[in-house]
């Protein structure tokens, strides 16, 4: 826990009582500050009461005495509309916060120049930041990772000069936070999301840019034209700036390469320092990293890690041992030249994409409660699929999809259970030499049938695992050219 004394003797209202609401309560009262919590929820209430938490209804409360309200990110600052203890806030004066800016200030008074990296973006950055944090691990460094990935920010260690915390930051998170200020912040991408939270696009996209505008270091992605023009703000400002990309070469900055090796798709990732480009990773065989997504991935990792003071040995030997996001394009293992990948994160068609262009010959497990859009938007990407096996309450819609577009054999399977048994099968009875994959990747909610996608990609990895011939994803091996 990081106890937040530079709110010691303060009245602190908090609303929102989930995980990282709890742990912000928990944080404050250990730091010697009188809070006041309320939540909506009876049960989370009671929770927080049972664990010494001072309960008190907000609404009805004086709020002239409070010196902040500390607020959930998951609940509206702005849009669509004010959350009503925001109202009464601004009624009384009172900032409003969370829990990244309490971390900061934190920060401020006991250790100011500890390192913290800090990552956003509308894709990739839940990768990038295990990445980062696996790398500096690797590397025997003392890490601290969480914030919108795994633990509540407030629930690490507190900063430590020899201590590095990797900080993943949702838009929610960045707009309750007006002064972080990291030591390397990543902008990875921007495509539009959360518009009803945010109004605009211009309005999320600004939210986002608050992360490295005001960063020692920013490292900001450029294979999307919004952040292109971040970069350019920020190399307008004199201020350091790492520039990234997984699809393009660049003259300054770090990049990724993508070759074609004997039928095979090679990731090289690039170092451009003072003009002169150097190879520093060759991303082929490791499977946590597969597919052209995890190239801006690995090229943000690599220059944040190097930003403090990591070698490009270091850098690289973290890449090699990374294991990857568990349910997120993770390798389970292999039944002959058949590689399963459990990808369960992928609830929208956006997040499949990804994964439909790691891969050829691809026996494609698809299926749950669909999104608006269902998969129109992954015709392009139909050659690739050897064939799909429906499940879920999708399937007359997914199959609508593949009938009029008439080049991807399926079967309905309703089940996951016989949606494994039935890929596997084709699988290894399909002919060539190559490698193929079943892959799970449902571009869907898993609602219909999983309480969520976790439990999904943990019911597939069962099944895949009790396969006559199943072996393990081994250790993956990192070539440096």
């Not at 929820?41 to 927080?48: E, G, L, T, V, Y």
């Not at 430590?160 to 900080?167: D, S």
């Not at 039944?335 to 994409?353: L, M, P, Q, W």
Request: hydrophobic share 45%.
């Amino acid at each position: 826990m990081t106890p937040v004394t530079c709110f010691d003797g303060k009245r602190v209202a908090l609303f929102g009582l989930g995980g990282s609401g709890l742990a912000t309560a928990r944080a404050l009262v250990a730091g010697g500050a009188d809070v006041a919590a309320w939540d909506d929820n009876p049960a989370s209430r009671d929770k927080a009461a049972a664990q010494g938490i001072a309960i008190l209804n907000l609404a009805n409360a004086d709020w002239s005495g409070f010196h902040s309200l500390v607020l959930s990110p998951g609940v509206p600052l702005t849009h669509p509309t004010p959350h009503w203890t925001v109202d009464k806030a601004k009624a009384a004066d009172v900032e409003i916060i969370g829990d990244i800016e309490l971390f900061f200030r934190q920060r401020a008074a006991i250790a100011p120049t500890a390192p913290v990296i800090c990552i956003t973006g509308t894709n990739g950055k839940s990768t990038t930041t295990a990445l980062i944090a696996h790398v500096l691990r690797s590397a025997d460094r003392d890490v601290q990772m969480g914030g919108n990935i795994g633990t509540a920010v407030l629930a690490l260690e507190p900063p430590a000069a020899e201590r590095i915390h990797v900080i993943e930051c949702s838009s929610y998170q960045i707009d309750l936070a007006p002064s972080m200020k990291p030591s390397v912040g990543i902008q990875m991408n921007l495509t539009p999301d959360h518009l009803d939270r945010h109004g605009t696009f211009e309005a999320y996209g600004a939210i986002k840019e608050r992360l490295v505008a005001h960063a020692d270091v920013a490292v900001i992605g450029v294979d999307d034209e919004p952040s292109k023009q971040m970069a350019r703000r920020r190399a307008a400002s004199g201020r350091p700036l790492v520039k990234i990309s997984g699809e393009q070469p660049l003259d300054a900055g770090v990049f990724a390469g993508i070759t074609a090796n004997a039928g095979t798709l090679e990731t090289r990732i690039v170092q451009v320092l003072d003009g002169k480009p150097r190879i520093v990773a060759n991303l082929a065989g490791i499977g946590s990293l597969r597919g052209s997504h995890n190239a801006q991935n690995a090229a943000a990792a690599f220059a944040a890690c190097f930003a403090l003071g990591l070698t490009a040995d270091e850098i690289t030997a973290g890449f090699r041992s990374y294991p990857g996001l568990a349910h997120r394009m993770e390798e389970i293992g292999r039944v002959g030249r058949v590689v399963f990948i459990n990808d369960s994160k992928a609830t929208n068609a956006d997040s499949t994409e990804k994964a439909l262009t790691s891969f050829r010959d691809i026996f494609w497990i698809l299926g749950g409660k669909a999104k608006e859009g269902g998969i129109e938007s992954l015709t392009r990407y139909f050659p690739n699929i050897a064939k799909a096996y429906l499940i879920g309450a999708a399937s007359d819609l997914f199959a609508a999809t593949f009938d009029a577009d008439g080049r991807v054999a399926y079967d309905r399977c309703d089940t996951l259970d016989v949606a494994v048994e039935r890929a596997t099968r084709d699988a290894i009875a399909a002919h060539g030499t190559g490698e193929i994959a079943v892959l799970l990747s449902p571009a869907c909610a898993s609602f219909d049938q999983f309480p969520n996608f976790e439990v999904r990609g943990t019911a597939f990895r069962a099944l895949v695992e009790a396969l006559p011939g199943f072996v393990p994803a081994g250790q993956n091996i990192l070539s440096v050219a």
